[in-house]
């Protein structure tokens, strides 16, 4: 008789998980997920074929919750309101684990819930009226924005910690901020920006571009 399994996907997902948010993305890998459920390495390909499929086990339990609250939260107004909920939605998700948004990015193809997101992105379209090379036109802005941002939100930030960890280290003064002189508008921009709190930029974000998009 086959030993039983003492281990489900699952487990092993929020294993890679924890390993991510408390080291980084970098330090995922068989062995120190392995190390944080306390198995040996070869223990987890009873389970695991690779880390390709250890990657999607780990955006499926992620962005799982987008999912779970689109499903429970109250029947939006307008399909412009659910849009801007499925967007926040995933903004959140990524949020509690900005490590994970490479792998997001990547396996977005493959993720159920992330296809899932995006079906319901593109029912809120259908349901403002768009045809089907208008749907899929403006699924595209809609995604590319979410990523951008995150992008921007997530590593911009994580640089800028590495930054000033490394002029503090080094005993040197970190870059400074953009000449006002030279680019007067960017400057102007990117210090309203910095004042802006990024849930509420986010969604300004996404109202223009739901406006670009017609989407009133």
């Known amino acids: 008789m086959p030993r039983p399994r003492s281990l489900t996907t699952r487990q092993i997902a929020a294993a890679a998980l924890a390993v991510i948010d408390r080291d980084g993305l970098p330090a995922l890998s068989m062995r120190t997920v392995a190390a944080e459920l306390d198995r040996r390495t070869m223990a987890l390909y009873r389970y695991v074929e690779d880390r390709e499929e250890l990657e999607c086990l780990v955006v499926d339990l992620a962005l799982g919750p987008v999912l779970d609250r689109a499903t429970r939260a109250p029947a939006a107004p307008s399909p412009r309101a659910r849009l801007l909920t499925l967007l926040d939605l995933m903004r959140e998700a990524v949020g509690a684990h900005p490590g994970i948004l490479p792998l997001a990015v ?26 089907a090379p208008q749907r899929a036109a403006a ?6 924005y979410v990523i951008g941002e995150l992008e921007l939100e997530h590593q911009a930030a994580a640089a800028t910690a590495t930054a000033t960890a490394t002029a503090t280290a080094t005993g040197t003064a970190p870059a400074g901020p953009l000449v006002p002189e030279t ?6 921009a990117l210090a309203a920006r910095a004042a802006t709190d990024p849930a509420h ?12 998009l017609g989407l009133t």
Do not use: M, Y
């Open 201 to 212: 930029a986010f969604t300004d974000g996404a109202r223009t571009v739901l406006d670009g």
């Open 106 to 131: 990547r396996h977005h193809s493959s993720c159920l819930p992330a296809l899932r997101w995006r079906e319901q992105l593109l029912e809120a379209l259908a349901d403002a009226g768009l045809d």
């Open 139 to 144: 699924l595209h802005a809609l995604v590319s």
């Open 183 to 188: 680019f007067p508008l960017l400057s102007a």
